[in-house]
């Protein structure tokens, strides 16, 4: 389809392992977002692309995070030495256009478990 | 302060009867308001979306919702549910502070129970 797609769908690290998440967004879309949802919790914002830049990158929750969009298109979250806190859903949503005035369309997430 | 607040954690509906999903903000500048629903595993898909204009705003699935600015609310609504509207409601902000990205605010989520 023509969705967004995350990958892996689910991981199981040990803590201090390092992590990368994979989102393919809809091809075109200008901005691309990553968000961190708790269980039970609603997602919460952790950083923004415009393109290739990253304009926003406010709510990564520590240095451990790290985020990148090279070419514009395909996005990588990576966190580092990873902690149980950091386990949740990480969803990657893109948007057609830049500012936040049109839907954002989600991919179905990667559930990240920290033992 | 920027948020979204859903007050409630679950709905109960009868299979036929309206729905109401209520939603409150609190945002700096215009609002721009989202509605998303969360099926078990699976990504937000969106429903509908207020920018301006009519303050009822029609979305997919037969929903919608009404934009109630003097109330700081946005509550979505289907005149006959369901079972298959059973998931997870989220509303949303976009964030007023946050100058050209547009990154959205999320209620807690509230979950919608319909049953035959």
């Given at each position: 389809g023509a969705g967004v797609?995350?990958?892996?769908?689910?991981?199981?690290?040990?803590?201090?392992?390092?992590?990368?998440?994979?989102?393919?967004?809809?091809?075109?879309?200008?901005?691309?977002?990553?968000?961190?949802?708790?269980?039970?919790?609603?997602?919460?914002?952790?950083?923004?692309?415009?393109?290739?830049?990253?304009?926003?990158?406010?709510?990564?929750?520590?240095?451990?995070?790290?985020?990148?969009?090279?070419?514009?298109?395909?996005?990588?979250?990576?966190?580092q030495r990873t902690q149980q806190e950091d386990s949740a859903v990480y969803l990657c949503a893109s948007s057609a256009t830049a500012g936040g005035y049109n839907e954002q369309f989600f991919g179905p997430g990667t559930r990240l478990t920290v033992l | 302060a920027q948020s979204v607040a859903q007050p409630e954690d679950q709905v109960n509906v009868a299979e036929g009867n309206p729905l109401t999903v209520k939603c409150t903000y609190s945002v700096s500048g215009n609002p721009y308001l989202f509605w998303y629903v969360q099926y078990p595993n699976r990504g937000l898909q969106f429903l509908l979306k207020y920018i301006t204009g009519d303050n009822l705003v029609k979305g997919s699935y037969g929903f919608e919702a009404e934009f109630n600015k003097s109330q700081t609310s946005f509550h979505l609504k289907k005149p006959s549910a369901l079972v298959s509207d059973s998931a997870l409601y989220f509303c949303a902000v976009r964030d007023g502070r946050s100058g050209n990205t547009g990154k959205l605010i999320f209620g807690q989520g509230t979950t919608l129970q319909v049953k035959p």
């Amino acid at each position: 389809g023509a969705g967004v797609s995350q990958s892996p769908r689910y991981k199981v690290a040990k803590r201090g392992q390092d992590v990368a998440l994979r989102c393919d967004p809809i091809s075109g879309h200008v901005s691309l977002f990553w968000y961190q949802q708790a269980l039970g919790q609603g997602p919460e914002f952790l950083t923004y692309f415009q393109n290739e830049a990253q304009l926003d990158k406010s709510g990564l929750p520590s240095d451990r995070f790290f985020a990148e969009r090279p070419e514009g298109s395909v996005s990588t979250l990576k966190i580092q030495r990873t902690q149980q806190e950091d386990s949740a859903v990480y969803l990657c949503a893109s948007s057609a256009t830049a500012g936040g005035y049109n839907e954002q369309f989600f991919g179905p997430g990667t559930r990240l478990t920290v033992l | 302060a920027q948020s979204v607040a859903q007050p409630e954690d679950q709905v109960n509906v009868a299979e036929g009867n309206p729905l109401t999903v209520k939603c409150t903000y609190s945002v700096s500048g215009n609002p721009y308001l989202f509605w998303y629903v969360q099926y078990p595993n699976r990504g937000l898909q969106f429903l509908l979306k207020y920018i301006t204009g009519d303050n009822l705003v029609k979305g997919s699935y037969g929903f919608e919702a009404e934009f109630n600015k003097s109330q700081t609310s946005f509550h979505l609504k289907k005149p006959s549910a369901l079972v298959s509207d059973s998931a997870l409601y989220f509303c949303a902000v976009r964030d007023g502070r946050s100058g050209n990205t547009g990154k959205l605010i999320f209620g807690q989520g509230t979950t919608l129970q319909v049953k035959p």
